[in-house]
């Protein structure tokens, strides 16, 4: 389930490009605290135009919903985890035509890394990723896609809340949050 509300609304259409070729669908609306952002199975990333936080007390908080396919039968959709990490089809790790070949990596996750040519990582249903002060990856922006290695027969789309929230002093583990347009993201815990 998404908490909270978006601020912007951003909807990533397939863009044409050459055979073979993967798309990379830039977004020009970024919100001030969150958005939401349609991320296609048929495209290999989305560049979500949303920033890396900044400093020790920011985090970047990325909720999914949704069902895609990573092969045209109904069998292959999955969520925003991917497929079943016990079937060795869906399982990738160390085959590098996949952008994310770690161990465990399955077909048909959601996946991410900061600009167009940074490390991919793996987001699931839920991401939070804690700012850094001297980050080295500053003014790079955030990409999202699935983990598959062949694009143009995929189908369905996973709607993904992007967030910046801050950290909220001596409040412990936080549960929850909520958007509040005025604040931003502020925990429910607190």
Not at 58 to 85: C, Q, T
Not at 118 to 146: A, C, H, S
Request: hydrophobic share 35%.
């Amino acid at each position: 389930m998404l908490l909270g509300l978006a601020v912007g609304a951003v909807a990533a259409a397939a863009l044409p490009t050459p055979a073979g070729s993967p798309a990379v669908v830039p977004t020009s609306a970024v919100a001030k605290a969150g958005m939401t952002v349609e991320v296609l199975a048929k495209n290999a990333w989305i560049d979500t135009g949303f920033p890396r936080p900044r400093g020790s007390d920011r985090f970047l908080h990325v909720e999914a919903k949704g069902k895609w396919a990573y092969r045209p039968d109904k069998e292959y959709e999955v969520g925003p985890s991917g497929g079943n990490l016990a079937s060795s089809y869906a399982r990738v790790d160390g085959q590098v035509s996949y952008p994310y070949h770690a161990k465990g990596a399955v077909k048909g996750a959601l996946i991410g890394k900061w600009g167009k040519d940074g490390e991919t990582f793996f987001v699931g249903e839920r991401y939070t990723e804690r700012g850094q002060d001297n980050d080295p990856l500053r003014g790079r922006t955030l990409y999202l896609g699935i983990n598959d290695d062949q694009f143009d027969n995929n189908a369905g789309s996973l709607t993904v809340l992007v967030g910046d929230m801050q950290r909220i002093k001596d409040c412990g583990p936080v549960t929850s949050h909520h958007f509040d347009p005025k604040q931003g993201w502020v925990a429910d815990r607190c």
